[in-house]
């Protein structure tokens, strides 16, 4: 897995293999200007703990390579514990909007999962306790508790390794609807997911292990109106030969199996995080 310094990554040098539509380029001045915002957010001491994860989520990259800038509406679909969240919402600025999106919980789902439940009422506060009053204004919402007046107001809806989810939960269908209705009608949806090998069987990647084909991702979206417009390696890891029997949470952080066997933990430290696709789509009309 590539380590890479901070400073390099302010320089936002995104690989990609398919042209982003150049409607939505910026310029030389307002590129340089947001790679100095992003630089300086990420140097930010309330990332102290979550800067460790930079050389596989590689945040400077990734975000440049969806296009987002300071002062847009953007989606970020189940949040989580906010690391994402401590980026993007200082990010986007006193201009910007920030919309933590969860879905709709069946009652089962209880535990770790009752996080995400309210997020209209709850998830602003816990936003503000991350980043304190500066930044973004910040709005939650569940796919069945989205505002109307939302409609077309989003820039960019983004999802980090949640598709494997959306699909063993039953999500995907009213994710992929709710992203529809609140992008513009120029707007970018970007995903992030562990990849699986093109070659894996379907029942490994339905889900449960956390790996998705980039072909079945592409197809998906492309089911729900999403064109494909732009692929970057910039989350790839080679050394990773996603077919773990329990998964991706086999990998770091997780060390699933592993307990505190110091050697297999070491193993896996070799590794590296998961082998990750990040793919660049615009609704279609």
């Known amino acids: 897995m590539r380590m890479k310094l901070l400073a390099a ?18 310029s030389g001045g307002q ?33 440049a390579f969806f296009q987002v ?4 509406t953007v989606v970020d679909y189940m949040p989580a514990g906010g690391w994402f ?16 999106l969860n879905p709709e919980l069946h009652p089962r789902l209880t535990g770790y999962w009752d996080m995400y439940r309210g997020t209209a009422e709850k998830f602003p506060a816990q936003a503000r306790e991350w980043v304190g009053e ?38 995907l269908h009213d994710t992929l609807v709710t992203a529809r209705k609140l992008l513009k009608a120029d707007g970018l949806l970007g995903i992030e997911q562990h990849r699986a090998k093109a070659d894996a069987p379907a029942d490994f ?29 910039v989350n790839a890891n080679q050394k990773d030969p996603a077919n773990w029997p329990d998964g991706v949470w086999t990998l770091p952080p997780g060390y699933r199996g592993a307990g505190e066997d110091a050697a297999k933990r070491a193993e896996l430290d070799a590794i590296g995080e998961s082998d990750r696709m990040t793919l660049l789509f615009r609704k279609r009309a």
């Open 9 to 26: 990554a302010a320089a936002l040098a995104v690989p990609f293999t398919v042209a982003a539509p150049p409607a939505m380029a910026q």
């Open 31 to 63: 590129a340089q200007g947001a790679s100095a915002a992003l630089a300086s957010v990420l140097a930010h001491e309330r990332r102290a703990e979550d800067r460790v994860r930079d050389p596989y989520r590689n945040p400077a990259e990734t975000l």
């Open 69 to 72: 800038e300071p002062g847009m």
């Open 85 to 100: 969240s401590r980026v993007l919402i200082p990010y986007l600025g006193p201009q910007g909007t920030y919309i933590a």
């Open 134 to 171: 500066g930044g973004a204004q910040v709005i939650g919402a569940n796919t069945d508790d989205v505002p109307d007046e939302l409609a077309g107001t989003a820039d960019r809806f983004l999802i980090f390794r949640e598709m494997h989810n959306m699909r063993r939960f039953g999500w």
């Open 205 to 233: 990647t339905l889900g449960d292990k956390g790996y998705q084909r980039e072909e079945d991702v592409i197809a998906l979206l492309g089911a729900y109106g999403f064109e494909l417009v732009g692929k970057s390696e």
